[in-house]
């Protein structure tokens, strides 16, 4: 296969790192899945990069800021990232922050400088990932589609499909996979919320291996009014800001039997996913940080159809799939293939995203 080294970096929703991981592509197939890992932003920047996304759109003239300690905070980790493992990419994926996202107002707002990063690296910078896509109509999320599907063929296999890759991150999403088709959204509120909660009581950044839920009892009532949320019954494909839920409906709990309540409305608001899906799939390929929480994972099988395993499973790295799968979309660019479709995002076309930054001399 020829193809290209391509280092792919992403922060998510989160902000709790950057992740970088490095594959060898054609934007079709993966030739090589590389070294991956996982940087801490520096703690002044996570600060302000939580402190800005709960903003929601406000607080603007703080972004020029941010936008150049998150530049610096990649600059920083992709060299180290190139040196510890002696690459050679031909092309670095910059996503930047997400701080906003707003479809309906044809806005998303990813933070950093894909020119300045290309000028500290002296290498080409692919970024402005999801813009083109917001410009054909599209909602600019979910980027990763085109990519599960790649690992579907490469690492799965046909026999298992219909089958979906669920991420579940700050915000949780699906791709839906059967032969060439695709279908995917975003689902409702993957870890944010309940992360939130463990936060504000000070009981840590989020509920390791779900062992404070596991103690709480679930507020049935609270719980069948959050999900009456219009958002979770739309057709996809939708996309939605980490903010646009809010966890106030267990307000005046204590810590355990929110937690119990928050996780439990993860779990069904993806339940409730599944039967927006044409078919109920085979297989579920669980990604990020959602397929550590053992009690999650039990939730999502007592109460999804077909099998609900970790991707890591199949020799699906979970915490690097973002990041490559922005590698990917750099060499779908670089090849001049969609990165997002009608069925991905909403847009017109298939859309070929991101736009080169060449160091400048």
Request: aromatic share 6%; with cysteine; charged share 25%.
């Amino acid at each position: 296969m020829t193809g290209w080294s391509v280092v792919g970096t992403i922060s998510g929703t989160s902000a709790d790192g950057i992740d970088l991981a490095e594959i060898s592509t054609d934007g079709e197939t993966i030739g090589r899945f590389g070294p991956s890992e996982t940087t801490g932003y520096r703690p002044a920047t996570r600060e302000s990069v939580l402190t800005a996304a709960g903003l929601k759109g406000e607080g603007r003239q703080d972004w020029p800021q941010i936008a150049r300690d998150v530049t610096g905070d990649h600059v920083a980790a992709i060299r180290a990232f190139i040196d510890r493992h002696a690459l050679k990419p031909d092309a670095i994926v910059f996503h930047g922050q997400t701080v906003w996202h707003d479809p309906k107002a044809g806005e998303t707002i990813q933070l950093g400088d894909p020119q300045a990063l290309a000028d500290d690296l002296r290498l080409p910078v692919i970024g402005d990932v999801r813009l083109a896509d917001m410009e054909a109509g599209g909602e600019g999320a979910p980027l990763v589609p085109v990519y599960h599907r790649a690992l579907a063929k490469t690492l799965v296999g046909t026999d298992r499909e219909p089958l979906c890759f669920l991420n579940i991150g700050g915000v949780s999403n699906l791709t839906f996979i059967d032969g060439d088709g695709l279908l995917a959204f975003d689902i409702g509120p993957g870890n944010a919320l309940l992360d939130d909660w463990v936060r504000r009581h000070g009981a840590g950044d989020f509920d390791a291996e779900g062992a404070i839920a596991a103690k709480g009892a679930v507020a049935e009532a609270r719980l069948t009014e959050a999900l009456k949320h219009p958002f979770l019954s739309e057709p996809g494909p939708k996309s939605l800001d980490r903010y646009s839920f809010s966890g106030s409906f267990v307000d005046g709990m204590g810590l355990e039997d929110g937690a119990a309540t928050l996780m439990t409305f993860t779990a069904e608001v993806i339940a409730k996913a599944e039967g927006l899906l044409p078919r109920k799939p085979r297989l579920w390929l669980v990604c990020g940080g959602g397929r550590l929480n053992p009690v999650l994972m039990q939730a999502l099988r007592d109460r999804l159809s077909g099998d609900v395993v970790s991707a890591d499973e199949f020799r699906i790295d979970g915490d690097a799939l973002e990041a490559q799968a922005m590698a990917f979309l750099g060499a779908r660019l670089k090849a001049g293939l969609p990165t997002t479709f009608p069925e991905t995002t909403g847009a017109s076309q298939p859309v070929v995203g991101g736009k080169v930054f060449l160091p400048e001399a």
